[in-house]
Nanobody, 130 residues
């Protein structure tokens, strides 16, 4: 059973920044495409950003492109999401996830989280006030 631990969320004003982190004690992130997903109140979960295991390719949803940066440190088994210029629409619970081995396209991983994506964390809440 994969367990993820997300942290770094909080309450921030519009235009502010937060840095999310994710680690796992039960899964080595090496070789896995990793990603951040979010779920806003009353909405379906959506893929925000994904990154290949080598950090060679990244994907960002249109809503966060240019404001968020995903990165990873495989040696520390940690995934990050730097979020700048935050907007109220960014409010939600953010989850990190590991794609099944072989699911190497970050666009594919972020576009459909209904299969082959392993969550397992409680998420971290981000609230952006206007």
């Amino acid at each position: 059973h994969v367990q993820m631990v997300e942290s770094g969320g909080g309450l921030v004003q519009t235009g502010g920044s937060l840095r999310l982190s994710c680690t796992s004690s039960g899964l080595s992130f090496t070789d896995h495409t990793m990603g951040w997903f979010r779920q806003a109140p009353g909405k379906e979960r959506e893929g925000v950003s994904c990154i290949t295991w080598s950090s060679g390719t990244t994907y960002y949803s249109d809503s966060v492109k240019g404001r968020f940066t995903i990165s990873r440190d495989n040696a520390k088994n940690t995934l990050y999401l730097q979020m700048n210029s935050l907007k109220p629409d960014d409010t939600g619970t953010y989850y990190c996830a590991a794609a099944d081995l072989g699911r190497d396209d970050p666009y594919d991983a972020c576009s459909d989280g209904s299969y082959g994506i392993n969550f397992g964390g409680k998420g971290t809440l981000v609230t952006v006030s206007s």
